[in-house]
Every structure is written in C-alpha cells, then in structure tokens.
C-alpha cells in the first residue's frame, strides 16, 4: 500500500464510521441508566427529564421557581458516563435562583421544574449547555447528564403592607418574636439587632397613622417591651451603659406595665456593674412602693446589700 491510499476516501469513510460507533458505545451505558425512568421532554429534545424519586410534598411553597433558595444534591456526568465533579455530589449545594450568577441555561430549566424531596436526572444538550459568558471550546452537540436531588426549597417572604395599623402590629409582633426566639438560641447580638429595628419601626411611625384608633397606644405597648427585651440582652452582651441609656427614660412610663419591676431589676443590675451605688439604691427605693415588689425582693435585697457594703 503506497502512502496515498492512506487517505482514500474509502478509509475516511470507514474511519468517520468508527468514530460514530465508539461514540454510541461511549453513550450506551448513561442512556441504559435513565432508560430505567418515566421520560419527560421539556425543551424540545435538548432537555429531558428522568424521575427518579417522587416528590411527596403537596405544599406549593416546595416548588421551585425564579425566586426560590434551594439546597440541592448534584451528581454531573458527560456523554461518556464519567462522572465529573467526584467529590462536590457528596456536598450540598445553595443556589438562589434569583441570583445574577451565571447557571447553564438548561441547568436552570431543570431546576425549575423540580420541588422538594424530588430526584431526577436530566440530559443537557446543544445550545441549553451555553453559558451567558460564552466559554472557550464550546461543543455545540455536547452531552451531560446531571442527577439532582432537591434537600431543601425556601420562598422569601413577600413584604408586608405597612401602609395600616394592622400589619404595622403584625411586623412589630414578628419583630418581637423573631428576636425572642435569638435570644433563646443563645444570638444576644441578633436578639438585641432584631429588637432595635423593631424600636426604629415604632419611631419611624407614619403621623397619618397616629390617628387611628389605639395607634399610640399600640406604638407605646410594643415601644417598652422591645426596649425592655433590648435591655435584657445587652446585659447578656455585659454593654450595661447601653442597657441604662435605654431604660432610664422608660421608667416613668411603666406604670401598670406587669414587666415594670423586671426592668427596675435590670436596671439597678446594670448601675451596679457600673459601681454606681448610690443611683441604684435610688431606683429600688423607688420599686419599694410598687404593688408587685414582694415577689422580688429577695434579689433586690442582695442588691441593697451590695450598695451598702460599698458605702
């Protein structure tokens, strides 16, 4: 054979034909895996979905959509059935689907069909593999295959209506809460933070709004027990100026409050802290005369004690 018949068209011919058979073999063993599944076609061929696990929850919140902050499982393989990312199917993977961050086309197609507790594989193809960014080398008829597991769908919350007494109460009970509940896992900083906003809400009150009926008596009620939860944990955080600074001008506003001895205590706490002595045997003679007193006077005792022995 001379050196030209290597590059007859006959040869080519059979040569072109062996590539096509190693690639169909290459392929064999991805498309035997998702032949095992129901079929959806969602893109015109280039996005096909396999189900591997059904989805058992019915609430509308667990479906994903454009807005939705997901936990998923990712499994990535090419044409060939190698897997891809080896190690990163092992971890979970947060994607904001609301993000600016560029996601494959048909990566994001495949998310949006999905909800939670659903497992699928998807096969990605042509133009739906292109990124917004326009990668090197890219091959048009390029084929992946990606098994994701959804863990875990969140929606933001739609924000609320301010614009009534209403649902100011509803966000200002929402503030309160939220920063309770910090406060009981321990976050002081987030408790303190959550119950701040709160108390900026309230001062930031539209006038309109003031003459609705109980609206200044609402904005009072939750302006002392924000400022009295606020007090609370920054003694927690041991910042006992702050914690003076912002209960001193309450005090006179208490009366008839069933909390009004508890920031009489965590007053009188942080002045001694501070080693103001004096001042704080003030604050008790004062809590001396309210109706609820007995129940603490144990603990005020010991703080009497305190200033007298300073003396």
Not at 90 to 107: D, H, R, T, V, Y
Not at 207 to 227: A, H, P, Q, R, T
């Amino acid at each position: 054979m001379n050196q030209s018949d290597w590059f007859s068209i006959e040869d080519d011919q059979l040569f072109q034909n062996s590539e096509i058979s190693q690639q169909n073999k290459t392929q064999t063993e991805m498309e035997r895996i998702v032949s095992k599944y129901d079929k959806i076609i969602l893109q015109q061929q280039n996005l096909i979905k396999y189900i591997v696990v059904v989805s058992k929850n019915e609430d509308p919140q667990k479906q994903i959509n454009e807005k939705s902050r997901i936990k998923i499982r990712c499994e990535e393989r090419d044409e060939k059935g190698t897997i891809l990312n080896p190690t990163q199917n092992q971890n979970i993977l947060k994607i904001c689907l609301a993000s600016s961050i560029p996601l494959i086309k048909g990566f994001r197609l495949a998310l949006l069909s999905m909800k939670e507790g659903e497992k699928a594989w998807f096969k990605i193809q042509g133009d739906l593999l292109e990124k917004p960014d326009n990668i090197e080398n890219f091959v048009k008829d390029q084929v992946k295959y990606y098994m994701i597991q959804v863990e875990e769908v969140i929606q933001p919350q739609q924000q609320l209506d301010v614009t009534n007494v209403e649902n100011r109460v509803i966000q200002l009970e929402k503030f309160k809460q939220e920063g309770n509940k910090l406060y009981q896992n321990g976050d002081y900083v987030g408790a303190a933070s959550r119950y701040l906003r709160g108390i900026n809400f309230i001062e930031k009150w539209p006038k309109n709004l003031n003459k609705e009926k109980n609206s200044e008596v609402i904005k009072e009620d939750f302006y002392l027990v924000l400022i009295s939860n606020r007090a609370q944990a920054l003694i927690k955080l041991k910042d006992y100026q702050e914690c003076q600074k912002i209960l001193e001008p309450i005090m006179p506003r208490l009366e008839q409050k069933e909390y009004k001895v508890k920031c009489y205590y965590r007053l009188v706490f942080c002045l001694i802290q501070m080693e103001e002595y004096q001042k704080a045997q003030d604050y008790i003679n004062i809590i001396k005369r309210d109706d609820n007193y007995f129940q603490y006077e144990s603990l005020f005792k010991e703080f009497e004690d305190t200033c007298n022995q300073s003396q």
